[in-house]
């Protein structure tokens, strides 16, 4: 046996596999034979077991009583269990394939523990088929067509379906060819193709050869195993498969050993349910394939069909294969019954059966004994003859080989269950488990058979959770429910499913230990897991220990903010607004009950189904739900959100790149489907950017857009033309902005045709012709309100309507199909209130008056600031103090009475913005001057902070840019490079403070003033990069030095300065130059190459930044008093009379929210469904005729060519074969002609028929 260091499991340090797999020995055993019985054939020197007798230990030697009883050796008895001694991981001298799984283990180990050992511990994928290809062992040659069979049709098969396939996995016979086959495959086929397909070798442990080399007790990772050319009585192992389980059963040297666990482990693997924790409709189909096989694998079919196993024969293959395809294709179907004792009973046609089926195995086994036990298996075999397929592999092809597989166990599960309503659901669970949608559309969906939700319903299901997107649209397309389909029971089901590992998983499982008031531990954790821990790994299934809406939820909370309203809130039975720990308590008392709410239907089912998928990354899907759910651009938009933040969480990089391509997938689907609502109707369009959505919470395109950061949906010229006639009211938009300003300050001037107003009149009568030239869908009813084009509307509401019950506020708010007239008013007051209430006028009244607030700000600081009292302050200084004042009044407006949401999502909403952290920092610091300098003590530090304080005020100008259309992307860039500023002065302060202590040390020996340190440590080398160096100072020789100096210690700690030092002098000039060289050329440039590739990249999409950062400066300004500070505390005692005295309800809390109900709401919906689909015809025609799918239909056409091409050669061969055939038959009968007319026996009537092409026989004679 190799050192235990040779196997490579002794290492010091123990490796994470080693560590996983280090409770293997406490559960799997090994066998060694504890009983020698002598082999009469060995002279004494071998057991039956096939061991040598110096290889048994004394005790089985020493068993003279059992050895003399015993004349059969049997594993059972005669071998005892012990700690298996060879596991871990394979790797194969000489092989750059990735390394194998390998264990050794008793030939009666549970195959429960085996198969919870390779899914869960090696990682192997679940099946969705097991195939065990049985026979075609030992040195025999496979037959060419054979190997064709296994290469192009089982492997591929396979791969197609992600399948297992089972073989002794031995570098002989038809596992060599598997091996090969598979090796092949991988190399041609990609990444993701190739993990579908797994080869398992379960070969017995005395045929393996250099076992030795597998022999650690500890494990080996990997154990070096060398392939080489074995002797008779072993072989080596095959370095094309996956996984080996080596089968001890004691012998040496001894086949079939492993035959009785392969057996049991198949029937196992048959009971288990296929999918994402057997979540789906059927189990996983096991077929076995018989390919040739000696006599005794009878009994190992006869074996397998008692447990309604299915086979597959390949007839020709030789052997059994050729011997059972005889008896099943050519003996008569005659009623049989059991010869077993009762052959007096037996009818004449079952005795002539079973002559006949002797026959046949003395024609094929003729060397074989005991022939009675081969006819009785044989005939066994024949009753159960509906669960066998023969396959005529030299005829057929290998190409169709799937579908062979398809329908032999369809066969085989209409013989094992009885027929049910609709006797194609096992064929259709088969194609859905393999994800065959091509076969599903050619033989099940054909239009032959009719369909019922209740057939549907669990393959959709298993669909869902196992991500078959293409067979959910099948489903759909004929005919499936999904309203009656997906409840909420049946939604947390789906998310129940979600696998291990991915950020939703872990993202649930915090929010359910929330609701259980457990740690963040535990489910969390990746520590290795024993089959003892996982025989039955299954999610919970207790009501309150599962996943429930609840969680899902706060998931969606945590992901979609303050944006939208929680999701299934209501579902569940739980108010909105509540308190989390209420919300817990309310929860957890309704799960504790019936939780009647999971048979309820989900409201949007596709929308659900679509945030379902989403959540997982899931591509395909989460397409197909988009172009199923309605509100299209919205829902591409919330699905770009929910990416975007889940990326943040993901820590794979290859997850959250692919995260990141499916974020911009929507948002171009987002931007391309408005695009064609904006050809198809202006006006529609807009209202379908402010429509409040009930599917998503009651947002609206432009607040999720804005939430989502989807910066090329904002620069659509549609979004910005909606916006640019918010932003200017009923001005016209061409309107000069000297023209603002001379109005601003005359403000007669707006009763003049200096500036242009849109006319009401015409609006409407534009509004009406609209309607009539679109498609029938459109009347006037379509028009869902002057709200959409002139936002002063609402604030004709606000100003007139008392009662907010009434028509004009349904007609305008609630967005019902009547647009809102506002009520005549003087001509006098109409243009006023057009021209002020405009968001463009609000703007610029607050920009000017922001100027005259920071004059006034620099002539109090500069001027006019008093002493503290009594002495001041100044009337000027009061001023500016009541300004702040108004300023304050209105950012707490903002915060607090602004929106519908509640006040914790308010502040939240307020603190995210970067503008109003400047207002906050300005206002808390004005505030602490004021304080600090109405005291004499601390008069001169309150001045300082107000000083301060203007920098913050006079910084927060930077935001009135951001509207304008090249000053704004400099904003964007600003902020940018001030990121690429921090790693500068990174690299610069590291660099400096070298230097700079470094330059100290050199020039002075010795001064403590920690001022004087930190001016020459750092401020000093600052100024270096800018020119200011003091040569004098520095350079002893260059120039003498006027300051006065000592070298006294005493004078230098009283504060004298002290003098330079001459002998370092050199070195301080050497370092100067080296700090300039690298400051000024290599980080300044760095710096500035650092500025222009921000400024290029910036300056590319300027455009598109500066139509996104717009938003927000237009939505402040329309949500804003038109008077500015200080006239704003007008505006406020207004709204405080009426909001709060009054109790008239504000309009302004729906700035940009339109919501639509009624047929108002369903034509919006049903025209935005019509261009979607407009979009996905032409994005199909425009795919169809690219080249790739070009390539593809002429692929395939060449395929159906040389199909036909396959067939007509067929045809041809075995019309070649009859011709022949007829030749011989002709040249016979003219034989027997002859030799009757040259023999004169008998004379005929006539003579014999002549050939019109041959001369006549009877001349011949003559």
């Not at 596999?17 to 799997?28: L, M, R, V, Y």
């Not at 060419?144 to 396979?158: C, D, F, N």
């Not at 259980?516 to 999610?539: C, D, R, W, Y």
């Not at 005692?1133 to 302004?1148: E, G």
Request: contains cysteine; hydrophobic residues 40%; proline residues 4%.
């Amino acid at each position: 046996m190799r050192d235990a260091a040779e196997g490579g499991g002794s290492s010091g340090n123990q490796t994470k596999s080693e560590k996983d797999q280090s409770w293997i020995p406490k559960i799997f055993k090994k066998r060694v034979c504890s009983t020698f019985v002598e082999d009469s054939f060995s002279n004494g020197n071998l057991c039956q077991c096939g061991g040598r007798r110096d290889d048994h230990a004394s005790v089985a030697l020493g068993d003279f009583f059992s050895t003399a009883i015993v004349n059969h050796w049997d594993s059972a008895q005669h071998s005892s269990e012990y700690p298996t001694d060879a596991f871990g991981e394979l790797q194969f001298a000489g092989a750059s394939k990735r390394q194998s799984y390998f264990l050794r283990l008793s030939w009666d180990t549970p195959p429960s523990m085996v198969y919870t050992l390779m899914t869960v511990n090696w990682k192997l994928p679940a099946p969705n088929l097991v195939v065990s290809v049985v026979g075609g062992e030992g040195r025999a040659k496979v037959k060419t067509w054979v190997r064709e069979v296994i290469r192009q049709g089982l492997v591929k098969a396979s791969q197609s379906t992600g399948a297992w396939i089972m073989t002794a996995g031995l570098r002989e016979g038809i596992g060599r060819c598997v091996g090969e086959a598979v090796r092949d495959h991988a190399t041609a086929a990609s990444s993701v193709t190739t993990n579908k397909v797994v080869a398992l070798g379960i070969a017995p442990w005395g045929l393996v050869h250099n076992r030795d080399q597998l022999v650690n007790p500890q494990g080996s990772f990997p154990a070096k195993y060398h392939v080489q050319n074995s002797m008779r009585g072993s072989c080596c192992l095959d370095n094309n498969y996956q996984a080996f389980l080596l089968v001890d059963d004691g012998s040496v040297g001894r086949p079939g050993g492993e035959t009785g666990f392969r057996a049991k482990l198949e029937d196992y693997i048959s009971h288990q349910r296929t999918g994402i924790w057997g979540s789906g409709s059927i189990d996983i189909p096991v077929l076995c394939m018989l390919v040739s096989g000696e006599a005794n694998m009878l009994e190992r079919v006869d074996q397998s069909l008692k447990n309604a196993m299915p086979w597959l024969v390949l007839a020709g293959s030789g052997g059994v294969a050729d011997f059972l395809s005889d008896v099943l294709e050519n003996l008569s179907s005659a009623p049989v019954t059991q010869s077993s004792g009762e052959g007096d009973s037996e009818a004449g046609p079952s005795v002539d059966l079973k002559e006949r089926l002797a026959e046949r195995v003395k024609k094929y086994f003729p060397s074989e004994p005991d022939t009675e036990k081969l006819v009785e298996q044989a005939l066994n075999i024949y009753n159960n003859r509906g669960f066998i397929t023969i396959y005529h592999g030299e005829q057929e092809g290998p190409n169709d080989f799937d579908t062979v597989l398809l329908k032999s166990l369809v066969g085989a599960s209409k013989q094992r269950e009885s027929i049910d309503d609709n006797p194609y659901n096992e064929e259709l669970k088969l194609a859905v488990t393999w994800n065959r949608v091509d076969i599903a559309k050619s033989e099940l969906f054909n239009g032959d058979i009719q369909w019922k939700y209740d057939d549907l319903e669990e393959s959709m299901t298993d669909a869902l959770i196992n991500d078959k997107p293409k067979f959910v649209r099948l489903f759909t397309e004929n005919g499936f429910s999904i309203l009656e389909y997906l409840t909420y029971g049946r939604l947390e089901t789906l998310y129940r499913s979600v696998a291990e590992g991915t950020v939703l998983y872990h993202l649930l499982q915090r929010r359910l230990q929330e609701r259980h008031g457990t740690t963040v531990n535990g489910p969390l954790t990746n520590a290795p897991i024993s089959p003892t821990q996982f025989t039955a790994e299954k999610p919970p299934t207790s009501p309150e220990l599962d996943i429930t809406l609840f969680e899902v939820s706060g998931v969606l909370e945590l992901l979609m903010g303050d944006v939208c309203q929680p999701f299934y809130l209501e579902a569940v039975g739980v108010e909105r607004w509540v308190s989390r720990r209420r919300a817990i308590k309310s929860v957890s008392k309704i799960l504790r009950g019936e939780c009647l709410y999971r048979e309820k239907r989900c409201l949007f089912p596709w929308a659900s189904l679509f945030v379902w998928a989403v959540l997982q990354n899931r591509d395909e899907m989460a397409t197909l739900f988009w172009e199923l759910a309605g509100e299209s651009v919205l829902s591409a938009l919330s699905g770009c959100k929910i990416l975007r933040e889940l990326s943040k969480l993901e820590t794979e990089t290859e997850t959250k790149l692919s995260m990141k391509e499916l974020t911009q997938k929507f948002e171009y689907l987002a931007h391309d489907i408005f695009s064609s609502c904006y050809r198809s109707d202006e006006s529609r369009s807009f209202t379908l950017l402010i429509r409040k959505s009930s599917v998503w919470g009651g947002t609206t395109c432009l607040q999720m857009g804005m939430s989502a950061d989807a910066r090329l949906f904002f620069s659509h010229d549609g979004v910005q033309s909606l916006l640019s006639q918010i932003w200017w009211g009923d001005m016209r938009r061409d309107t000069e902005v000297w023209k603002l300003l001379l109005t601003f300050f005359c403000p007669v001037l707006c009763y003049t045709n200096l500036i242009s107003f849109r006319k009401q009149d015409e609006q409407h009568r534009e509004s009406d012709k609209k309607p009539q030239e679109d498609c029938p869908l459109r009347d006037n009813e379509s028009l869902y309100g002057a709200t959409v084009f002139s936002f002063s509307d609402i604030k004709h509401i606000e100003a007139d309507d008392q009662d907010p019950n009434s028509q004009q506020w349904n007609s305008a708010i609630k967005g019902t199909p009547q647009y809102y007239i506002p009520p005549k008013r003087p001509f006098i007051v109409s243009r006023w209130r057009q021209f002020w209430f405009a968001p463009v006028t609000a703007f610029l009244g607050n920009v000017l008056m922001y100027f005259l607030f920071l004059l006034l700000y620099a002539y109090v600081l500069l001027v006019d600031f008093k002493s503290p009292p009594p002495h001041g302050p100044a009337k000027t200084e009061y001023l500016l103090y009541f300004w702040v004042f108004t300023i304050v009044c209105e950012e707490i407006r903002e915060t607090f009475f602004q929106g519908a949401v509640s006040l914790r999502q308010r502040l939240r909403v307020y603190i995210q913005d970067v503008w109003n952290k400047c207002d906050l920092t300005a206002i808390a610091l004005f505030i602490i001057g004021l304080i600090c300098r109405m005291f004499p003590l601390s008069y001169g530090f309150g001045r300082d902070v107000l000083c301060i304080d203007y920098m913050v005020f006079t910084l927060r100008l930077i935001h009135i840019f951001a509207i304008h259309k090249q000053l704004g992307p400099k904003i964007i860039i600003v902020g940018k490079m001030m990121k690429d500023i921090f790693f500068f002065l990174f690299f610069l302060g590291i660099w400096l403070m070298a230097y700079g202590v470094a330059n100290q040390a050199l020039i002075y020996a010795y001064d403590p003033r920690w001022d004087r340190i930190f001016r020459r440590v750092f401020y000093r080398p600052y100024l270096h990069i800018f020119g200011q160096i003091p040569v004098e100072e520095m350079d002893v020789f260059a120039k003498e030095w006027d300051m006065p100096c000592t070298d006294n210690i005493t004078l230098i700690q009283e504060g004298a300065e002290p003098c330079r030092l001459e002998h370092s002098n050199w070195l301080v000039v050497i370092l100067l130059v080296i700090y300039l060289l690298v400051t000024n050329i290599l980080l300044i440039n760095l710096l500035i190459a650092m500025f222009s590739y921000t400024f290029s990249e910036v300056q590319a999409n300027s455009d598109i930044y500066w139509k996104f950062q717009r938003y927000n400066l237009i939505v402040e300004y329309h949500s804003r008093p038109s008077l500015a500070p200080p006239f704003i505390i007008l505006s406020h005692i207004n709204l405080f009379i009426r909001r709060k005295i009054r109790k008239v309800p504000s309009v302004k809390v729906y700035h940009f929210v339109l919501e639509l109900r009624g047929k108002a709401a369903n034509r919006l919906m049903t025209w935005e469904t019509i261009q979607k689909e407009d979009f996905l015809t032409t994005q199909n025609k425009i795919q169809k005729n690219s080249d790739s799918e070009r390539l593809k239909r002429m692929s395939a056409k060449v395929d159906n060519v040389m199909k036909h091409l396959t067939e007509t050669r067929d045809i041809d061969m075995r019309l070649r074969t009859l011709e022949n055939e007829m030749e011989y038959c002709s040249n016979a009968l003219s034989w027997i002609v002859d030799t009757l007319v040259q023999s004169g026996t008998f004379k005929p009537a006539r003579a014999p028929p002549v050939s019109r092409d041959s001369p006549d026989l009877s001349t011949q004679s003559t």
